[in-house]
């Protein structure tokens, strides 16, 4: 079935139709709340609720746009409001800490998908969740300031940290490759 026509279907409430879409993007829908959440069970939970919500919303979604971009909204948002429930949000650090513009990290250019999903389980859930939405997703520092209740620099910083401890990481794997060289 088309994409048009299996949303108009799911818009219907047709269960052939909605059990369509899920198989057509249950792993997309997986990959994205994975990189949220640590444990692949919770992934699932989170996933499970982010076709609930998609298909309880799926009038609202106007046709304009792409669909998956849509959907992926929607599992970024109950993978934050997940993180936001069990209060692991953001690592503690100043408030007031100043933060100073680094080089941008093109790091998902050095390495395969699966060891960047592996590394960023090794991060703090604030630093992973920042460097989630802002390197993976895309959104400025303002949105996810607003996404996570937390101010601009906050979420800079965060980024910061999550990229020097990405280095370190880097580092680390660097010399122990080396050495088995």
């Given amino acids: 079935m088309k994409l048009e026509a299996l949303i108009s279907a799911c818009k ?51 046709g304009t746009g792409s669909f998956e971009a849509w959907m992926r909204k929607v599992a970024v948002n109950e993978s934050l409001m997940a993180l936001r429930k069990r209060k692991m949000m953001i690592v503690d650090i100043n408030e007031a800490f100043t933060v100073k513009d680094e080089s941008n990290m093109d790091i998902s250019e050095l390495l395969e998908y699966e060891e960047l999903l592996s590394i960023l389980d090794h991060l703090p859930t604030g630093y992973r969740t920042v460097f989630n939405l802002y390197v993976i997703e895309g959104y400025k520092h303002r949105e996810i300031a607003e996404k996570l209740g937390i101010s601009i620099n906050t979420s800079k910083s965060q980024l910061i940290l999550a990229k020097k401890r990405l280095q370190e990481i880097l580092n680390k794997k660097k010399q122990s490759f080396n050495k088995g060289s």
Avoid: T
């Avoid at 792993?27 to 076709?51: H, V, W």
């Fill in 12 to 62: 219907n409430n047709e269960r052939i139709a909605q059990k369509e879409l899920y198989d057509k993007y249950s792993s997309y829908i997986l990959g994205i709340c994975f990189r949220y959440m640590k444990i692949r069970e919770e992934a699932e939970d989170i996933m499970i609720q982010s076709f609930y919500r998609i298909f309880s919303n799926i009038e609202k979604f106007s």
